[in-house]
């Protein structure tokens, strides 16, 4: 907007401060409010050293600090109808008048949009060239959030088409925008999602389910799993009648609760429906994958009401019972699950929704007794893990701007807890997988690098204090995706080599193949048999026996190609069976070479 006593110097000073937050989508208002506050001392920072520099060239500068207590303003009380009114040209001599609270919070309330899942974005994730299947062996972590929505760069596109033609803006039920995402880069994709309505039950329009189905059913042909994000923002309703209770739920309260948790569990058990069954049914039984809508469930809690007021002890009392009921409606399934759930960092410690003694005992709770997150099962054998499937439970960290004080926050949280002590604080830092926004291209600085370098620093930093990271709309088609892509790369990929690149062919299409190797393998029995059994056939002499020969070693390289890179072959790749396998075939061969020559000496 355009201050009503516009200069240009002082447009440009709105425009320079602003440009931090241009071409992002902030997943939560909070974070939003957290990138303004930083802006906002930016811009102070740099307004007092220019100056500072202007009246007096050579006078030494000191640093420059914003008045923590207004860099954390969260709210104003200032009446909606006057915040945008008291958008007029800020003086420069105090912190305060750079950015009246009207004005911030103007600023929030434009910033603010709403996504309807009936007017999603239609989308199809399509692999990128030479994507290749996530490594059987990782250490780490790597989400990325999909939204129904669409990305930033296609919203922008929409709303500009839709501003110039409102007749060819995308809408319901038309022909679906193709954005790429290598799946290899990423061991799951949160699809975002379901929000839970006041009945307990989740508006997911069937359009936007068959849209995540559709992504989750590309992206595990390159083994990366997707879960089901189901959401809410809203809790005015803890505040109604039958809440009244906030230390013993009422039972209406407790039937919320279990219907939303069942209602959950439902969304992520329905059958894939991309699937042919036929075509699994041609494949022996180990070979079948059995392929469930969704491979696990993000809870997306957002806008928790503060810690202290009765909204927040209520909040607090629903987010432990839906977990511990979500948790037992998952066990009875009795199939494996991700469960993942968004914490914001602030309001990690040692009281509110998101106290570390609740936390871990989801974890227990819901995992088996086993080695994981880098513990081997005898090291937990003196905590209470009571899962009886295999059930993974991690928290999805969300970092406020600047992510290098906001992750050193985290940790630094964690470690101060008594709650966690040995193990358990190993497990619980294993289960940490920070989330970061994707870095717009062109970014100012605000830390005297480049975005693409600090969100370098920032992934090396994740990879070895936490279980991971994730990151809110994966790198696709902006313009410094690349360098962002091959940042994920370098700290979480091997790097590439030769059975990689054959691996980004051979894996996508394994179902294929393992149809093919399955006929191979029957045809070449049919013909040996008939080989050994028949004059017939062996009058047919030496062509026959070149069928036999060729069919034999296309047989082994194919076998060989998936011993590689099909994932249901790992237990027997990393076995001593296929080397004795290939060392009696060579002895075979050999004997044969020697008895034949031997034979033709003697007549």
Not at 146 to 175: D, F, H, I, K, M
Not at 256 to 273: G, R, S, W, Y
Not at 551 to 572: I, R
Request: hydrophobic share 40%; net charge neutral; glycine share 6%.
């Amino acid at each position: 907007a355009t201050p009503a006593t516009a200069g240009v110097p002082v447009k440009k000073r709105w425009t320079d401060m602003l440009a931090p937050l241009q071409g992002l989508d902030y997943p939560t208002e909070a974070l939003f409010r957290t990138a303004l506050a930083l802006a906002h001392c930016s811009a102070y920072q740099a307004l007092v050293t220019q100056n500072r520099k202007t009246a007096a060239p050579e006078a030494p500068s000191a640093e420059v600090v914003c008045p923590r207590e207004a860099v954390m303003a969260a709210g104003t009380g200032v009446p909606e109808d006057e915040m945008c009114a008291a958008w007029l040209p800020a003086p420069s001599d105090s912190f305060e008048s750079l950015m009246p609270p009207a004005v911030r919070e103007c600023l929030v309330q434009k910033a603010r949009r709403l996504h309807r899942p009936e007017k999603q974005i239609p989308t199809l994730w399509a692999a990128t060239p030479g994507c290749a299947c996530v490594p059987p062996s990782r250490d780490n972590e790597v989400y990325g959030f999909v939204s129904y929505w669409g990305s930033t760069e296609q919203q922008q596109a929409a709303a500009a088409l839709a501003a110039e033609n409102p007749a060819s803006a995308p809408r319901p039920g038309s022909a679906p925008a193709t954005r790429q995402i290598d799946y290899g880069l990423y061991t799951r994709l949160s699809f975002f999602g379901a929000v839970l309505n006041d009945k307990g039950d989740y508006v997911l329009p069937r359009a936007v389910a068959l849209q995540g189905q559709r992504l989750a059913h590309d992206a595990l042909q390159y083994q990366t799993q997707t879960d089901l994000v189901v959401y809410r923002n809203d809790w005015d309703l803890l505040l109604k009648e039958k809440w009244a209770a906030s230390d013993r739920p009422p039972e209406a309260v407790k039937n919320f609760i279990a219907e939303a948790a069942a209602n959950a569990v439902k969304l992520i058990n329905v059958d894939q429906p991309y699937v042919s069954r036929v075509y699994q049914n041609l494949l022996l039984p180990f070979w079948r994958e059995r392929s469930w809508a969704y491979n696990g469930v993000t809870v997306f809690f957002d806008n928790a009401p503060a810690t202290g007021t009765e909204a927040g002890a209520r909040y607090t009392t629903f987010l432990k019972q839906f977990m511990d009921t979500l948790i037992v409606k998952l066990q009875e399934t009795e199939r494996a699950y991700h469960l993942n759930v968004v914490v914001p960092g602030d309001r990690l410690g040692d009281d509110g929704p998101y106290n570390f003694r609740d936390m871990n005992g989801w974890i227990e709770a819901a995992e088996p007794q086993r080695a994981s997150k880098q513990v081997e099962a005898d090291k937990k054998r003196h905590y209470t893990y009571k899962g009886k499937a295999d059930i993974t439970v991690e928290f999805i960290v969300l970092l406020a701007d600047p992510a290098t004080d906001s992750k050193k926050d985290v940790r630094a949280r964690m470690d101060r807890s008594d709650a966690l002590s040995g193990t358990t604080r190993v497990v619980f830092l294993q289960s940490m997988v920070p989330l970061m926004l994707r870095p717009a291209a062109g970014q100012p600085l605000w830390l005297g690098k480049s975005p693409e370098q600090q969100w370098d620093d920032e992934l090396a930093y994740m990879k070895w204090n936490f279980g991971g990271v994730s990151v809110w709309e994966p790198p696709a088609s902006a313009a410094n995706d690349g360098v962002l892509k091959q940042h994920l790369s370098d700290n979480f990929r091997a790097e590439t080599n030769l059975t990689s690149s054959l691996c980004s062919w051979v894996c996508p299409n394994r179902l294929g193949q393992r149809l093919l190797l399955q006929a191979l393998v029957l045809v070449g029995a049919v013909a040996l048999g008939a080989w050994l059994m028949s004059c017939t056939m062996r009058s047919w002499g030496r062509a026959y026996r070149y069928f036999l020969g060729g069919g034999f070693l296309v047989t082994v390289l194919l076998f060989q190609a998936m011993l590689q890179c099909d994932p249901s072959l790992a237990a027997l790749r990393d076995s001593p069976l296929p080397v004795l396998i290939y060392l009696a075939l060579v002895l075979g061969l050999i004997g044969r070479f020697i008895f034949k020559s031997s034979h033709e000496a003697t007549a």
